[in-house]
């Protein structure tokens, strides 16, 4: 079976790996270079920021992320050369109004990987003693990791690029589905080409409405700006990832903290500000005083593709016989990304699926559309 897949970020990739790793010959497009957009923008934490606001399909789909990364790092970096660097460093979060939800949280939907404890100031500061004395308290949760995405796309990348079953046509926007009778037949691409396959699976993010005309279906998918600043530190100098009031900060292996995040609507624009970055420095330094002593490196802006509950769209394109969606992660693209991927492809293949797939129908975005209007 030969698939194309429009849109080379983390759902793309994913998806590519779960299809290939089956027998299937895929192309995959993206109309900048391969993963370079919001996967790469984002902080990489291997679990929704406090989960108990979410809904469950979001959390059942993000649990599998960190035991999934382990096993596609384990199969790649022997071929990519790359390491994800699956870093588990634990969470403090000092949100009080959360701790109650956090405390019960891996107890009441069964997810021992979100098991979470009380600490208070002394404990706090044997922890991680870089953390202002005026938090008198925290909850702390031990197992969760971050992936340092922009390795996890490489390796990616890298490893599909020598694959025999894979060609990646980059730089190349696809402008028209060619279709007939419900079946797209092929894809026009900015280049002039068209490219034919069996299956069409649209992993386009952000960019993701730009198809509801041709599908004739309306898709609340919205580009949402988030920005980051990024740290240098001594390597393994910050213990813990740390989150106060949606802000947070995620140490990296070698040193790096990544600092974030804000959200924007401001369409496609990815320009950083000056007013955000002064809030995200505020909130970091609130937590971590001594981070302010550390060089900024670099700051950046991703946009997230905003949908209306967080809950991605996979699976067949409603009234289209050889179209399919991974399309509308939010926030939580990264930790979602492999489970996604894994469903899209069991779905595809008629295979059994490792979660209820109606929760994630794009037979929803008729109803959904709707919710973004009003």
Request: proline share 7%.
């Amino acid at each position: 079976m030969k698939i194309a897949i429009i849109g080379a970020g983390i759902s793309g990739l994913l998806s590519a790996l779960e299809l290939v790793e089956q027998g299937c010959s895929v192309m995959i497009f993206d109309q900048q270079q391969a993963g370079k957009a919001a996967s790469w923008a984002g902080g990489g934490i291997l679990s929704p920021m406090y989960p108990w606001r979410y809904p469950h399909a979001v959390n059942q789909l993000a649990q599998y992320g960190k035991p999934l990364y382990l096993d596609w790092n384990k199969k790649l970096k022997p071929v990519s050369g790359i390491d994800f660097e699956i870093h588990e460093s634990g969470m403090l979060i000092f949100d009080e109004a959360d701790f109650e939800s956090g405390l019960n949280y891996a107890e009441q939907f069964q997810e021992p990987m979100q098991q979470c404890e009380y600490l208070q100031q002394e404990q706090i500061e044997q922890l991680n003693p870089y953390i202002d004395s005026k938090f008198q308290h925290a909850i702390y949760f031990p197992q969760i990791a971050n992936v340092r995405n922009p390795r996890l796309l490489q390796s990616m990348v890298a490893y599909l690029k020598q694959h025999p079953q894979v060609e990646f046509i980059e730089h190349c926007p696809i402008e028209q589905f060619n279709i007939k009778n419900g079946k797209v037949q092929s894809v026009q691409a900015k280049n002039g080409k068209t490219y034919d396959a069996d299956q069409f699976v649209i992993t386009t993010g952000a960019w993701s409405q730009r198809w509801s005309e041709q599908l004739d279906l309306e898709i609340p998918v919205r580009p949402v700006q988030g920005q980051m600043v990024l740290f240098k530190t001594p390597a393994n100098w910050l213990p813990t990832m740390c989150m106060n009031d949606v802000m947070y900060l995620i140490p990296r292996l070698d040193g790096h903290v990544v600092c974030g995040s804000s959200m924007a609507d401001c369409g496609f624009d990815t320009t950083p500000t000056v007013a955000t970055k002064q809030k995200i420095l505020e909130a970091c330094f609130e937590m971590v005083p001594e981070l302010a002593a550390f060089p900024i490196e670099k700051q950046w802006a991703g946009l997230r593709p905003g949908s209306p509950t967080g809950i991605p769209y996979i699976g067949k394109i409603p009234e289209m016989e050889n179209v399919w969606a991974n399309f509308g992660h939010f926030r939580n693209g990264l930790c979602m990304g492999p489970a996604s991927a894994q469903l899209l492809r069991q779905l595809m293949l008629g295979q059994t699926p490792l979660v209820n797939p109606a929760a994630y129908s794009p037979a929803r975005l008729k109803s959904e559309a709707e919710l973004m209007v009003h």
